[in-house]
């Protein structure tokens, strides 16, 4: 079992930054592939980043490309997501969640995390 917490959401203004924080606790002697979604209220969850086991396998989102980065520290078991230029349209809940996937690698689908946190609110406002 894996817990995972976030935290570092807020309110900012458009161009913006902020980080977001995944701490995981639990079984985290097995890394996992950990992400990154967002949702807002009456759409599906929108898939933002994700790294891989090893951290070498990265994707991001079309929408956040060039503005967001997802790292991770292995020593405090925790995954960050840097989001600069932040947009009126980023305001969202964010998720961090985390898969022991096949060949270590994160996936896009939502549906394919075992783990996820509680989410923490971004508001971006105009």
């Known amino acids: 079992q894996v817990q995972l917490v976030e935290s570092g959401g807020g309110l900012v203004q458009a161009g913006g930054s902020l980080r977001l924080s995944c ?12 992400g990154w979604f967002r949702q807002v209220p009456e759409k599906e969850r ?20 060039g503005r967001f980065t997802i790292s991770r ?21 964010y998720y961090c969640a985390a898969r022991a996937g096949m060949y270590g690698l994160g996936s896009r689908s939502p549906t394919e995390y ?13």
């Open 23 to 34: 701490a995981a606790s639990g079984s985290t002697s097995t890394t996992y592939a950990t």
């Open 46 to 65: 929108e898939f933002v980043a994700t790294m891989s086991q090893n951290g070498r396998v990265i994707w991001v989102a079309d929408s956040v490309k």
């Open 73 to 93: 520290d292995n020593a405090k078991s925790t995954t960050y997501l840097q989001m600069s230029s932040l947009k009126p349209e980023d305001t969202a809940v």
């Open 114 to 126: 075992r783990y996820w946190g509680q989410g923490t609110q971004v508001t971006v406002s105009s």
